[in-house]
């Protein structure tokens, strides 16, 4: 049986309309019970819960960018492309709900490459109360052309401004790598 809209009810001509058509009674009732069951209500908690989850670790990847900048990146200025740390959170959640607690049970490790050298910037711990499953790695990217333009201008007046900023592309490279399974790496590239 085809459940479509106009038989969406259990109303008495629904019904009859059908058994004069030649289907069967019971059957008929255990179908419709099937898809009262079936067609889940939307979980509006579940995505309050992702957004602000979303948001947190959006919150946390600033973070690292910020404290990383005169600590790790001799900088005082890191510009980020809108919605990068937006699209990195989202790619971060879709990665963990096949994992046992999700993302509780990840461990990041955030790094920058910066003219062909890979820099540590941070290792993140979700919750460390729990023994990590797998572990993500998260690759920024210089904006190569700014580096170009940077350098060009670095021999004038302005030498001292142009040095201390650093942006980064838009693109990124986000690997997943369970700890626990014969299940190989994921890896996600961003454009």
């Known amino acids: 049986m085809v459940a479509t809209g106009s038989l969406s ?12 058509r030649g289907y069967h009674p019971e059957s008929l009732l255990s179908d419709f019970d099937y898809w009262d069951y079936v067609v889940p209500e939307p979980n509006l908690n579940e995505v309050i819960f992702e957004e602000s989850t979303c948001q947190n670790l959006v919150k946390m990847l600033e973070n690292c960018l910020s404290e990383s900048k005169q600590t790790k990146l001799g900088c005082s200025k890191v510009l980020v492309p809108e919605k990068l740390t937006q699209r990195i959170a989202q790619d971060v959640l879709r990665l963990s709900p096949t994992e046992p607690c999700g993302l509780q049970v990840c461990v990041m490790h955030m790094n920058l490459e910066i003219e062909n050298v890979c820099k540590n ?11 990590p499953t797998f572990e993500l790695t998260l690759l ?19 030498s001292s401004g142009f040095r ?16 626990y399974s014969l299940i190989g790496t994921t890896v996600i590239e961003g454009s």
Do not use: H
Not at 9 to 20: F, G, M, T, V
Not at 121 to 131: E, F, G, P, Q
Not at 164 to 179: E, H, P
């Open 164 to 179: 201390r900023t650093l942006i980064l592309s838009s693109g990124f490279r986000l690997v997943k790598k369970k700890l």
């Open 121 to 131: 910037l941070d290792r993140i711990v979700c919750d460390s109360s729990v023994v």
């Open 140 to 158: 920024f990217k210089q904006n190569c052309s700014w580096t170009r333009f940077r350098d060009f201008f670095s021999r004038g007046r302005f």
């Open 9 to 20: 009810s259990k109303n008495p001509a629904s019904i009859s309309e059908l058994l004069d």
